[in-house]
């Protein structure tokens, strides 16, 4: 939620995110690094700070990290990339502070704190039944139809988005997406898994 601080990140590693990666396996960990969490930024109203960025790091222990960008070029990014390089690198990131840091700024209320706390608990049990939930999601049917809206802020642009999933006991099915946009470009999608049956290619 917004006003999240350094503890609430925390707080989801470990009850969320590191019980879920240590139950999946992942092969790979690539940190897509955008940095809109960062207090400073204007939009997203969260309170994360450079060390909290860098303590995630080491917390995930990425193979890869992609810089995505992000707003503050002066009095945030310069301080997460090289918190998250000295995170990556094993080293010590705790003398990481931004020239305007203070604790209030990455605080979070006792109400944010509860909200984190439920959320968190309602996310572990989805993944803990996610066999069971997919099971009444896609047991019986041939489609899965999902709408959704997308808004990106930074070229206010509205876009329309419709999956259309075809279930299938033989491979891991179709995933075709049609979308268009508010300014009326459109395009579809189709993703066709590596292990598609005759019938799903074609
Ligand atoms: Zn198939």
Request: hydrophobic share 35%; proline share 5%; net charge negative.
């Amino acid at each position: 939620p917004p006003q999240t601080g350094d503890e609430g990140f925390e707080y989801v590693l470990d009850n969320v995110v590191m019980p879920i990666l240590a139950e999946y396996k992942p092969d790979i960990i690539i940190n897509s690094a955008g940095q809109d969490n960062h207090y400073s930024d204007p939009l997203a109203s969260m309170n994360f700070s450079a060390r909290g960025y860098a303590k995630l790091n080491e917390r995930l222990s990425p193979d890869v990290a992609v810089l995505e960008g992000g707003y503050s070029i002066e009095g945030a990014l310069p301080y997460i990339n090289v918190g998250i390089i000295l995170a990556m690198a094993g080293l010590d990131y705790s003398q990481v502070i931004e020239p305007d840091f203070s604790p209030d700024k990455v605080s979070q209320t006792r109400q944010v704190t509860r909200e984190i706390e439920r959320l968190s608990a309602e996310i572990i049990t989805l993944w803990k039944h996610r066999a069971q939930l997919a099971e009444q999601k896609f047991k019986g049917k041939k489609y899965v139809e999902n709408h959704r809206q997308v808004y990106y802020d930074t070229d206010n642009i509205l876009e329309n988005q419709i999956q259309k999933f075809k279930v299938c006991s033989h491979c891991s099915g179709v995933n075709i997406i049609t979308s268009s946009s508010d300014k009326g470009a459109k395009i579809l999608g189709i993703t066709i898994p590596r292990d598609a049956c005759k019938e799903c290619q074609k």
